[in-house]
T-cell receptor, first 113, second 118 residues
Framework: SQQGEEDPQALSIQEGENATMNCSYK?????LQWYRQNSGRGLVHLIL?????REKHSGRLRVTLDTSKKSSSLLITASRAADTASYFC?????????????FGQGTELSVKP | GAGVSQSPRYKVAKRGQDVALRCDPI?????LFWYQQALGQGPEFLTY????????KSGLPSDRFFAERPEGSVSTLKIQRTQQEDSAVYLC????????????????FGNGTRLTVT
């Protein structure tokens, strides 16, 4: 079963625009991570935000976390065609002793040049 | 190696055949995970190893699925008597973290094995 739900399922924007993806989850977490997946490839880690953090930046990425609403958002600023990929949030849950990550369904981002 | 390596890249099996999927994690990584990803879906957890110990196999869908990591490095996921519903991409990931502290260690994924059962 999957912990997270992502919204929107698909997003199409023009190069230079900002892209915002949202993730909601169900149970208490230790941290939340965002991953990117290009077609036919494995997932690549983008950024991790701990449960006691509210916002984190990495280059053109900005992640926010609202534990009261059990939600997170990923903002990609000044998007590029190369950002076209699927983006997944993944949670490391509070009760998880094995360290496994539970992934959401993903948002498919298309950036048109 | 530089990253997680999985083989074969593609596998076509006839229904009822057994298959074995291999994962070479990043050297020195303690934790190893197997995930199953259906088309258009997020990865679903299958099983987790810390070194050679299989600490969590709660995601394995049936007793036809078996995973091992006998020397704490290379891992093999075996599927016996494959069924059409087993068709998916099987992803392997490794991490340097240990139980209890792994949460801050990201997963490094291989490119997966695409299994098609006909």
């Amino acid at each position: 079963s999957q912990q997270g739900e992502e919204d929107p399922q698909a997003l199409s924007i023009q190069e230079g625009e900002n892209a915002t993806m949202n993730c909601s989850y169900k149970t208490s977490i230790n941290n939340l991570q965002w991953y990117r997946q290009n077609s036919g490839r494995g997932l690549v880690h983008l950024i991790l935000i701990r449960s006691n953090e509210r916002e984190k930046h990495s280059g053109r990425l900005r992640v926010t976390l609202d534990t009261s609403k059990k939600s997170s958002s990923l903002l990609i600023t000044a998007s590029r065609a190369a950002d076209t990929a699927s983006y997944f949030c993944a949670t490391d849950t509070y009760y998880n002793q094995g360290g496994k990550l539970i992934f959401g369904q993903g948002t498919e981002l298309s950036v048109k040049p | 190696g530089a990253g997680v390596s999985q083989s074969p890249r593609y596998k076509v099996a006839k229904r009822g055949q057994d298959v074995a999927l291999r994962c070479d994690p990043i050297s020195g990584h303690v934790s190893l995970f197997w995930y199953q990803q259906a088309l258009g879906q997020g990865p679903e957890f299958l099983t987790y190893f810390q070194n050679e110990a299989q600490l969590d196999k709660s995601g394995l869908p049936s007793d036809r699925f078996f995973a091992e990591r006998p020397e704490g490095s290379v891992s093999t996921l075996k599927i016996q008597r494959t069924q059409q519903e087993d068709s998916a991409v099987y992803l392997c990931a490794s991490s340097s973290g240990r139980t209890g502290r792994r949460g801050d260690s990201p997963l490094h994924f291989g490119n997966g094995t695409r299994l098609t059962v006909t």
